[in-house]
């Protein structure tokens, strides 16, 4: 048996953002090894399959890519269609190479299911553009985090030259964020979202200004969330910061 891994993005949380090729292939798989951050709704879409939870949230305990390299070569020896799902987009921030790399040099056949990744999801609950004419005409997806023992990212680089930025797993690291990018030259008052758990119940949008981006990361309960960046949100934070109106009394 030489079977097909799918790598398929499981987009941001919301099972109905899922493509209709990421559930067709669930309902066909013999083995999903799957992140942690996949929901059960999402992976009941697969009932004949083994589920093998693989993934990792920062900070957390971590499964070595190898062992998910070398298992998704021997679920392929076994089943004729093997899922990895993964949160998100898998070619984001998703180790979406590394994967396809070991898999393919083992002759190994590899397709790749989009998602939605969770900029765009983050965008989507903000309700705002991340671009728009005569203001934003390009955005960059970075993180400043990097694998043990890679190369320092140069994610500041591209986050001082678009005109929108999504930051990817810096939540945890606001202080050093904010204090990297003013030093960079953007300007403390740059609008900044943060987007909590985006599509999910119980998702949280706070908005403010860059110099307040640890105080407002701070805010967040703990869920995955992404740092928007740019001048197309300064209307939502104009919007967090009015206090609500009290409806006229008749
Ligand atoms: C390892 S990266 C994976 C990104 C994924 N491949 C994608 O395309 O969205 C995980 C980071 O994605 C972001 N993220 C994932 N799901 C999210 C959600 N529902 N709401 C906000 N941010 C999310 C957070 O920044 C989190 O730290």
Redesign the pocket.
């Known amino acids: 048996m030489s079977g097909t891994v799918y790598l398929v993005g499981a987009g941001?949380?919301a099972a109905d953002l899922l493509t209709l090729r990421a559930a067709r292939l669930l309902g066909e798989a013999g083995i999903v090894l799957h992140d942690a951050?996949v929901p059960a709704e999402i992976l009941a879409l697969a009932p004949g399959a083994e589920k093998v939870p693989v993934g990792k949230r920062?900070g957390r305990h971590s499964t070595v890519q190898r062992f998910i390299n070398k298992r998704l070569a021997d679920a392929a020896r076994e089943h004729a269609v093997v899922v990895r799902l993964?949160?998100?987009?898998?070619m984001?921030?998703?180790r979406a190479q590394e994967e396809i790399r070991y898999l393919v040099s083992r002759g190994i056949r590899v397709e790749v299911v989009p998602g939605v990744?969770?900029a765009l999801?983050?965008a989507a609950q903000a309700g705002v553009s991340l671009t728009e004419r005569g203001v934003a005409r390009s955005v960059a997806f970075v993180t400043p985090r990097v694998g043990e023992g890679a190369a320092p990212s140069s994610w500041l680089d591209a986050a001082r030259a678009a005109d929108t930025v999504a930051i990817?797993?810096?939540?945890g690291d606001a202080p050093a964020i904010a204090r990297a990018l003013i030093g960079a030259g953007r300007s403390p008052s740059l609008p900044v979202v943060l987007?909590?758990?985006?599509?999910?119940a119980g998702s949280r949008t706070i908005a403010g200004t860059l110099a307040e981006l640890p105080a407002l990361a701070a805010q967040l309960n703990g869920g995955?969330?992404?740092i928007l960046l740019g001048e197309v949100f300064s209307a939502a934070v104009v919007a967090k910061r009015q206090p609500r109106r009290r409806p006229q009394a008749r």
């Open positions: 941001p949380g951050l920062s993964k949160g998100g987009d898998p984001l921030f998703g990744t969770a999801a983050a990817y797993m810096g939540a987007v909590e758990n985006a599509s999910q995955a969330a992404t």
